[in-house]
C-alpha cells in the first residue's frame, strides 16, 4: 500500500506550520517592544491583526506557491525568498488597514519590527528545518526501502541522479541489474543484490517497499516484473520514459528528481494515514488501561500453572516483510515451541500457519485468555510503538513467512493488525490458508477508514458474543 502525494499547495504543510509559527511569535515580540512585557492578543485591536495575520498567510500560501522548490534552495536563495514573503505579507497587512481606514489604530514601529522579525525567524527555521530533514534521510528505519531495476547502460546515470536528491524519502538499498550479472559489486556505494534469474526470491525474501524501474518499453519480461511485484504488494515507480502499461492505481509524482508513473494494489492519501494513526494511538493507550487491568488477575494464575515469564514476545513478520517482536500474556506451557514439530501431523490449516484443536501445549488458564482474547491485551503495546495497528492483517511467524509464495507477500502491503477481516470472517472455521490470503489481499485492496470501523464493531462482537477467539 502506498501513500497517495498530497496537493501541490498543501505538500509542505510542514513548512506552511512552521511560517505560521515564527510570524505569530514575530508578532508578539514585536508587540512587546513597542508596550512591554504583554501579549497581543488580551488586545482586542491587535487580536484581529493576529487573525487576519493568520488569514492573510494562508491566501499566501495558496496563490503564490512560496514553498516551490524549498528543498532545493541554497542559503542566499532562501534569505530572499524569506524577504519576499515577509514584504508580501504585510503590504498585504498594510493594504487592508489603509481600504479599512484603520491605520490611525495601529503603531507603525509593530509593523516595522514585525517584517524585521519575520524575516529573520522565517528564514533561521526554514534553514534548521532543512538541516533537520538532511539529517532524517540518512536515518534509514525512517525511509521507504526502494529498489533500482534497470540495464547496466541506464545504471549509472539514474544512480548519479538519485544521488544528488538530498531530501529522498526513499532509502535506495540496492540494484537490481537483469542483462548481466553483476550480483556483490558496488555503483556509487550501492550494492547489486540480484540478476535477472535471482531477483524475484531476493525480493520475495526481503524487505522491499517500493522498486524503480526504468527499463525501455520493449524489454523482455518488463511487464511481467511489474505485475510480479504488483501481486506481492509491492509498490512499482515506473520512470515516465518508459512508460505504456495499463496498470492498476497510477499516480504521476516525482520520485528522487525522476517523473514516475507510480503503481499499487492501493493507495492512502495523508488524511487517512494520519487518522488511522490517531486512531491506533487513541486505541492503545484505552488497550493498555484494560491490559493493566487484566495483568492483576491473569498473570498470578499464569505464573502458578506454569513458572516462567508473565509474557510472551516472538518474533513476527510486519509491513513488506520487517522483523518485529511481538508481545501477548502467556498463555501456553515454557516448551511449547519445542513441542511444535511433533504435532504438526495435526495441523487443521491447508498452507503457511498452524492450527490444531485441544493443543495440549496451552495452560488452562491459557485456553481461558485465548477465548476471551485477554492474551492479545499487551499487543497494544506494539500498536503504539507503530509496529502494529488496530486493524490489519495477522502477522506471521517467521516459518510461516518462509514458506510464502510470491502472491501471499501482498498480505504484508499493510502493517498488521490487532484483528482483521479474516479474523471476523468465521476464524475457526477457515483452515485454507489461501482463502486467509484472498480475505486480506480484499481488505488492503477495498481499505477505508470506515472498514476499519466495520471491522473493529465485528470485533467486539465476536469477543463479547463468545464465539472464540479473534
Avoid at 357 to 367: A, E, L, V
Wanted: with cysteine.
Amino acid at each position: 500500500m502506498y501513500k497517495k502525494v498530497r496537493n501541490n499547495w498543501v505538500k509542505h504543510f510542514d513548512f506552511m506550520l512552521i511560517d505560521w509559527c515564527c510570524i505569530q511569535l514575530s508578532f508578539i515580540v514585536s508587540y512587546m517592544i513597542r508596550h512591554g512585557i504583554s501579549f497581543p492578543y488580551t488586545n482586542r485591536t491587535y487580536l484581529n491583526i493576529a487573525i487576519l495575520i493568520t488569514a492573510l498567510h494562508i491566501c499566501i500560501v495558496f496563490f503564490t506557491e512560496p514553498y516551490s522548490g524549498i528543498l532545493k534552495r541554497g542559503y542566499l536563495k532562501e534569505f530572499k525568498a524569506s524577504i519576499k514573503y515577509s514584504t508580501v505579507l504585510l503590504a498585504a497587512l498594510i493594504a487592508i488597514i489603509f481600504m479599512m481606514k484603520l491605520s490611525e489604530a495601529y503603531s507603525r514601529v509593530i509593523f516595522c519590527w514585525f517584517w524585521v522579525l519575520s524575516s529573520v525567524f522565517t528564514y533561521t527555521m526554514r534553514i534548521l528545518y532543512k538541516y533537520i530533514l538532511s539529517k532524517r534521510v540518512k536515518d534509514e528505519s525512517k525511509l521507504r526501502c526502494m529498489y533500482l531495476i534497470t540495464d547496466k547502460k541506464a545504471v549509472n546515470g539514474i544512480i548519479e541522479k538519485m544521488l544528488d536528491y538530498k531530501y529522498s524519502n526513499f532509502w535506495l538499498k540496492g540494484i537490481i541489474i537483469l542483462d548481466e550479472d553483476l550480483t556483490n559489486k558496488m555503483i556509487y556505494g550501492i550494492p547489486v543484490v540480484a540478476s535477472a534469474g535471482t531477483m524475484l526470491k531476493y525480493v520475495q525474501n526481503s524487505v522491499v517497499d517500493d522498486v524503480f524501474v526504468a527499463l525501455r518499453d520493449d524489454y523482455p519480461g518488463r511487464k511481467e516484473l511489474i505485475e510480479y511485484c504488483l501481486e506481492m504488494g509491492i509498490t512499482v515507480h515506473i520512470n515516465m520514459r518508459h512508460f505504456s502499461l495499463n496498470i492498476p492505481n497510477p499516480q504521476i509524482e516525482k520520485v528522487n528528481g525522476f517523473t514516475v508513473v507510480t503503481t499499487s494494489i492501493k493507495t492512502m492519501t495523508f488524511r487517512q494515514i494520519v487518522l488511522k494513526r490517531a486512531i491506533d494511538i487513541a486505541g492503545s493507550l484505552v488497550g493498555l488501561g484494560f491490559m493493566g487491568i487484566a495483568f492483576v488477575f491473569v498473570a498470578p494464575i499464569i505464573y502458578i500453572q506454569s513458572p516462567g515469564p508473565i509474557f510472551f514476545s516472538q518474533e513476527r513478520v510486519g509491513k513488506n516483510g520487517r522483523r518485529f517482536k511481538i508481545f501477548k500474556f502467556r498463555s501456553m506451557y515454557l516448551d511449547a515451541e519445542e513441542r511444535k514439530k511433533e504435532l504438526m501431523q495435526h495441523n487443521k490449516m491447508k498452507g503457511c500457519m498452524f492450527k490444531m484443536d485441544n493443543d495440549p501445549r496451552i495452560t488452562p488458564i491459557g485456553r481461558f485468555i485465548r477465548k476471551t482474547s485477554i492474551d492479545e491485551l499487551p499487543q497494544f503495546f506494539n500498536i503504539l510503538k507503530g509496529n502494529m495497528s488496530l486493524v490489519g492483517t495477522r502477522p506471521p511467524t517467521v516459518d510461516e513467512y518462509r514458506q510464502y509464495a510470491l502472491h501471499h507477500k501482498k498480505r504484508l502491503a499493510i502493517k498488521p493488525g490487532l484483528t482483521g477481516i479474516w479474523q471476523v470472517s468465521g476464524r475457526s472455521e477457515i483452515t485454507d490458508f489461501e482463502t486467509v490470503v484472498e480475505l486480506d489481499a480484499k481488505y488492503i485492496q477495498e481499505w477505508t477508514l470506515g472498514l476499519d470501523l466495520k471491522i473493529l464493531l465485528k470485533t467486539v462482537k465476536v469477543v463479547f458474543g463468545g464465539k472464540g477467539s479473534v
